[in-house]
């Protein structure tokens, strides 16, 4: 089945660029979303389709999806970023990343 | 503005069945699949099934194969995922989620999720 790897943990200082990987045999090929779950609150959409934004989110949530990599970049990171962020795409079912926990030193 | 709201928590038995209710407003049901993805404490999403709140069309992932049956009632705009022979690594939060169009597969609304215990 299909695997996302997703780090465990990335760390970054306010004001800085975070990062998120998600591998994926040929994820270029696929739709990626990616979502926001801050602790004890359901997941929030931020970027579908690769790298389009909902309404709501700021722009400085971007990303991109090419080769066997996509990756979420927050830039200009906030306290209140600190969340879990997950990878998602559809693949003969619904398949998420296992979750990287955003730390904001 | 759109609205995913579900039933309360429950407690159950190893063995016995849960019915979880999530009921939509605020844009048109039959417009966008209704997802069902669940969370165990402390762990990551794990996709449990879909339906076409329009046909009834139904997809479940493999692993729930014959344990999770997904409805809908159009007429309540409210969709149902049952899960049967429980057990107590079914103990997590269920989420219903709505999603974004027929061509993209990702999810854009939530409901704020029902806690489900297995326990004797």
């Known amino acids: 089945s299909y695997v996302l790897p997703q780090p465990p943990s990335v760390s970054v200082a306010p004001g800085q660029t975070a990062r998120i990987t998600c591998g994926g045999n040929?994820?270029?090929?696929?739709?990626v979303f990616w979502y926001q779950q801050r602790p004890g609150q359901a997941p929030v959409l931020v970027v579908y389709d690769d790298s389009d934004r909902p309404s709501g989110i700021p722009e400085r949530f971007s990303a991109s999806n090419s080769g066997n990599t996509a990756t979420l970049t927050i830039s200009r990171v906030e306290a209140g970023d600190e969340a879990d962020y997950y990878c998602q795409v559809w693949d003969n079912g619904m398949i998420f990343g296992g979750g990287t926990k955003l730390t904001v030193l | 503005q759109v609205q995913l709201v579900q039933s309360g928590a429950e407690v159950k038995k190893p063995g016995a069945s849960v019915k979880v209710s999530c009921k939509a407003s605020?844009?048109?049901?039959?417009?966008?699949?209704i997802h069902w993805v669940r969370q165990a404490p402390g762990q990551g999403l794990e996709w449990v099934g879909m339906?076409?709140?329009?046909?009834?069309?139904?997809s479940n992932a493999q692993k729930f194969q014959g344990r999770v049956t997904v409805t809908r009632d159009t007429s309540s705009t409210t969709v149902y995922m049952e899960l049967t022979s429980l057990r107590s690594e079914d103990t997590a939060l269920y989420y219903c989620?709505?999603?974004?169009?027929?061509?993209?597969?990702?999810?854009?609304?939530w409901g704020q999720g029902t806690l489900v215990t297995v326990s004797t």
């Open positions: 605020g844009y048109t049901f039959t417009s966008h699949y």
């Open positions: 040929n994820i270029g090929s696929k739709s």
């Open positions: 989620a709505r999603q974004v169009d027929t061509g993209l597969v990702g999810l854009d609304s």
């Open positions: 339906i076409n709140p329009s046909g009834g069309y139904t």
